[in-house]
């Protein structure tokens, strides 16, 4: 580790690699709320946020596990998953009154035709203003998930070629219908109200511990009769030895 007198430690997230002061200093200079997307291996995550000097507000987030409400049954960390998630975001952000964002993608590669500009595409299509670039967004039929379609039936009929869909098929999953659920569920967020929009997720409370059973203790016989208290003994006097009246040396 570095030393001398003019080190500055990093903040601890610069340490930890999660969040990259500079590119977020350039984006909170722009006075825009944020689109935050984020990506795990099971679900997408899509967030308005507006930065204050208390701390980061949101103001809007939709994540891909709310999506079986609305009558999606495939994956929740697929292309298609990312678009209806950043347009339930979008949604969401223009009942509260969010028009323009910037995108924060984090540490996420910029990789062209990606799941994090699929949610921005989702965002866009909702009625948000995001500067972009046309090139990165991926195009309709990925959107609509046609190429997972493509995909399954390939490897169905080619099963040497991998086993890509193996954990699928035992689920039974209707991965041929993901279209048509595409349009259904992209319907079905149009037609639900600003009311439900604005709504909040409230947490549930935490389940209180179950009380603990007390059992009443017996209480101990009085003795009738007192046993006498203990006299204390009196210190001994300490010796008292006079200064200057040692042993006298020898001459």
Not at 5 to 17: A, D, L, S
Not at 131 to 142: M, S, T
Not at 196 to 225: F, I
């Amino acid at each position: 580790m570095a030393q001398g007198p003019t080190y500055r430690v990093k903040f601890r997230r610069r340490r930890e690699g999660k969040t990259n002061y500079y590119k977020r200093r350039r984006l909170l200079l722009s006075r825009k709320p944020r689109l935050v997307v984020r990506k795990t291996n099971s679900r997408t995550i899509v967030q308005v946020i507006t930065a204050n000097v208390v701390g980061d507000m949101t103001i809007a987030s939709a994540q891909s596990t709310e999506l079986k409400k609305y009558g999606w049954d495939a994956g929740r960390a697929n292309l298609p998953a990312a678009y209806l998630t950043g347009f339930l975001a979008g949604l969401r952000a223009k009942a509260n009154g969010i028009d323009t964002a910037v995108l924060d993608i984090g540490l996420i590669p910029p990789v062209r035709g990606s799941k994090v500009y699929g949610a921005l595409k989702g965002a866009i299509d909702a009625g948000m203003d995001v500067p972009h670039d046309e090139e990165i967004i991926p195009d309709g039929d990925r959107l609509s998930g046609k190429h997972i379609v493509d995909a399954f039936k390939y490897y169905t009929d080619n099963p040497a070629d991998g086993h890509v869909f193996s954990k699928l098929g035992k689920k039974k999953t209707a991965i041929t219908t993901i279209p048509k659920q595409f349009d259904a569920v992209k319907k079905a967020m149009l037609e639900t109200p600003k009311t439900d929009l604005k709504k909040k997720s409230k947490k549930k409370p935490a389940a209180k511990p179950a009380a603990k059973k007390t059992t009443k203790k017996e209480k101990k016989p009085k003795l009738e009769e007192t046993p006498p208290r203990a006299v204390p003994r009196k210190p001994k006097p300490k010796k008292l030895i006079s200064r200057g009246r040692g042993k006298k040396g020898k001459k």
